[in-house]
């Protein structure tokens, strides 16, 4: 006897007797996916640029990419946002970042409706939708979507991945995270990395580990469930952490610089076919030094750079492989319809002369190349942030000009590859059809003969504001539907339309050519009026593919009409204000969950708190309080925020209290007692008194007084001649009780978990302070 079935809320079609003899059953139908229809695969890469893969024209292999893109097609006109959160917000809800409220990344949200940082429910995710239709939805790797004061254990968790659609979800919720000390999420909660360093842990590898359980998990149980995997590992975002034997497989490579690889890359892309005959190679950047002027120094520091990033891409195209095998391995890869996608152009984060800590960038720290030096053999290396030069970025997007961050084709035009056998005839070409993030949803909803979502749990659906290209998969020519679309970033805009482009660069076309540094500008009124009066440049990219022929002056008419239009979308995507600062955006208020905070308690054995929504200590007067039960010598961190790219931690060693301020990742600054820290119970505290104001601009923060007290007694004081200026750490929380991830200083190894009792520490930031004024006349006297 067969079940019978009928949907839920349609009338019950059994009998309803008074016994089971009299009666007959039916059940409500479950949620079951179309016959045969295709899984869903994104695979989002970070910070990789339009000539750094191998089926693009680079000399670094990726070899399973390159295979995708050999059976399936590449896109030579895709186009992102030029930055990670605004770029994922697209690919995730078919809409524009603006209208998402991400016109930057979280961290950089402001208290307007297009730039706020929350994704507006009417604007459902392609997981809300594709789960309504019986798929499994799984999300693992770099998220980067939420508000970020609202990725704590306080949550909310409705704008996790959980709450968006996903059903699974491991991976980060921040920017970038340590590849060895990752700061994890396994569905709503923190979990430690199963493995450390020493052990050959890389995050990589975990989350292709992840991504294969999860649909080996779901498949075991339903072989028929199609699945929707959105796998955004991270990877080549900052640090550039990858096993030093990926890294010597490209040594000496690229010792002959930056130009020499973009003269090559160009060449092949044009082999290729991938971009158009003609095509001309970009002016050299001003911000760039020619690579024949460097020193035998720079030269050898920057080539190794770029040789532990090739490592890095291929190693992480190795465990896409293994996700590739593992699907293929279930007869499943030619029905999984697999879309490849970098959420922006490569990465001018290192500066112009690369970094080893990246933290360094966001606090507007110089680099020292005789410090970078010192670390040439350990790059890749868990005790290393490390990021390359302006140059590699510059060669990465060619042909190309600029880089992430700008609306420059460099910027935001990105690989795209599509594979999917079962629903594409066409093997191996290219596709030249303009598209843009916001299409890939409209995409796949069109090649699964899936209609928009009408609601969503209740809430009625903003129209989808992107466009389909699935009629471009078996027809190379293809009528081009996407025919307009902006660009802004950090007061950075451009427009595309009808085969034209114009761009409005701020500071400028380059910084050099600028006089200014990313994020110096400021846009007034009057300089506003003055960019649109005299700022942007036209080009006529149907026939200049790679922006190199300014066009203004010749078509004014053009251009005039080409910035109207511009205001026109930017009206109708929530674009305005225009703020083109830059790093200063991280230090704004937002709205936190307990308003006018200014002690904060925490506990030991607890979830990382993220540097978010921890205590802000920068810049300003404060203590940490720890109530604690020393016995036997217990020693231990008490209280420690960040890790070794920058923070401070509050910790009992050898008997001694002791603070340390990392100054990001270059300096370390301590206070130790005098006394020893006395058996039973305690109260151990640090005092932070400033001392002159900050200098954001120079990467200072603000110099001060250190003291440690014992029981409300001085027993130890130091001066912090300069301190973190805006950002503590990247990817490291505050933790109570022990010190997580990296470690914050060289004085002990992590997780140097206290061994006492720890009730709990309190941080005070309202300013009030011990006043002991017989211990200050003391250390008076030892002055003198």
Known sequence: MSLKEYKPGTTFPGVVGRTPETSSPAWPEPLRAKPGAPNVLFIVLDDTGYGQLGCYGSPIRTPNLDRLAANGLRYSNMHTTALCSPTRSCLLTGRNHHSNGMACITEGSMGYPGANGIIPFENGFLSEILQRQGYNTFAVGKWHLTPAEQISAAGPYDRWPLGRGFERYYGFLGGDT???????????????????????????????DQAIRFIGDAKQAAPDKPFFLYFASGAMHAPHHVPKEWADRYRGQFDDGWEAYRHKVHQKQLDMGLIPPGTELSRHDPDVARWDSLTPDEKKLYARMMEVFAGFLEHTDHHIGRLLDFIESLGELDNTLVMVISDNGASAEGGPTGSVNENKFFNNVPESLEANLKALDDLGGPKYFNHYPWGWTWAGNTPFKRWKRETYRGGVSDPFIVHWPKGIRAKGEIRPQYAHAIDLLPTVLDALQIEPAAEIRGVAQSPIEGVSFAHTFNEGKAENRHVTQYFEMFGHRSIYHDGWRAVCPVPGPSFAESGMSFGQMEITEEKLRELDAHGWELYHVAEDFSETRNLADQHRDKLIEMIAMWYVEAGKYKVLPLDSRGTQRFAEERPQLTRGRQRYIYYPDTSP??????????NRPHSISAEVEIHDGAEGVLLAHGGSTGGYSFFVKDKKLCYVHNYVGTEEFA????????????????????TGRPDLAQGKGAPGRGQLYIDGKLVGQAELPVTVPLLISLGEGLTCGHDAASPVTSRYEVPFAFSGKLNRVTVDVSGELIEDKEAELRAIITRQ
């Open 178 to 208: 340590h590849q060895y000390y990752p700061d994890l999420v396994h569905d709503n909660h923190a979990v430690e990395p199963p493995k450390t360093p020493e052990e050959g842990y890389h995050l990589t590898e975990d989350l292709a």
């Open 609 to 618: 708190v993220p540097d978010n929504v921890a205590v802000k200590v920068l």
């Open 671 to 690: 206070v130790e007692s005098d006394a020893e820290v006395p058996q039973g119970k305690a109260e151990l505290r640090f005092e932070f008194e400033p």
